[in-house]
């Protein structure tokens, strides 16, 4: 696993305090999709907890999964009894093909691409379902959003992570699920985008960057400075387009799957 996708723990009260969460409408698509009731999920990459505390609070027995400590200790602060924690990273967990539904929030493009599928099929019941969710938070002001990209530009010339597989923000069919739609291992594929609207305070809106990978790789000095030129940049109060693009797919009965 990358540098980038571990430098979250360094920032793991931030990341629980300005990242925004999921709402409920997020749950009952996957529970739709699922068209039985959700009984055990895995997550992958729980970080502090926001997906877990959706899906947990609906009844769901959740293992959280993730590679950084400090993460889960902020996860473990507000999470029911239904959840059990694992300190391990994707590639490290073991198979055991028990799990009705595993799903990823902002997290999987974090993960090796080397047998990415195999390991979510082997670790799913058959016909289980995979969810994999997030998307970026946008200043929904395009006066705005140029005048911080602006701002932003000495230090950084993008904050997004691109699609592992190339695919174009544009493209009607977006990462994993162009994947998905290839590997022998799933069917059903469906991508769905449920819209959130959000205003954040300027404080707020830099808070949420503070826990933004791209910001946290460069050196504390030109951070801050980043930092320094975006707030001069942003009004009092922002904003923000962050709909959610969901991937849902269905492994597929161990008679499908390559070598049974």
């Not at 996708?5 to 409920?24: H, T």
């Not at 997020?26 to 699922?34: E, G, K, P, Q």
């Not at 959130?196 to 960057?209: F, I, K, N, V």
């Not at 030129?229 to 499908?256: E, N, S, W």
Request: net charge negative.
């Amino acid at each position: 696993m990358s540098a980038r996708a571990l430098s979250f723990g360094a920032v793991a009260e931030a990341y629980e305090r300005f990242r925004p969460g999921y709402p409920d409408e997020l749950f009952d698509l996957v529970a739709a999709y699922a068209g039985r009731p959700l009984r055990t999920a895995l997550e992958i990459g729980a970080g502090t907890g926001k997906a877990t505390r959706l899906f947990a609070g609906r009844g769901v027995a959740v293992t959280a999964t993730d590679p950084d400590a400090a993460m889960l200790a902020e996860l473990a602060r507000a999470v029911p009894g239904n959840v059990t924690t694992v300190r391990a990273a994707f590639e490290d967990l073991r198979p055991d093909g028990a799990h009705g539904l595993v799903y990823a929030a902002s997290a999987l493009h974090w993960t090796r691409p080397e047998g990415r599928w195999s390991r979510v099929a082997a670790l799913l019941e058959p016909e289980g379902v995979f969810a994999c969710f997030g998307g970026p938070v946008q200043l929904a002001d395009p006066a705005v959003e140029a005048a911080v990209r602006a701002a932003r530009a000495p230090f950084l010339a993008d904050d997004e992570v691109p699609a592992p597989d190339g695919t174009s923000p544009g493209a009607e069919l977006q990462w994993p699920g162009t994947e998905l739609r290839r590997s022998p291992l799933f069917h059903d594929v469906r991508q769905v985008v449920v819209a959130r609207r959000l205003t954040m305070s300027a404080p707020d809106y830099l808070g949420h960057l503070s826990t933004v990978s791209a910001y946290l790789q460069l050196p504390p000095a030109a951070r801050e400075q980043a930092y320094a030129a975006i707030t001069a940049a942003l009004p009092g109060t922002v904003d923000i387009a962050a709909d959610i693009t969901v991937h849902l797919a269905r492994r597929r009965p161990a008679h499908g799957l390559p070598g049974s």
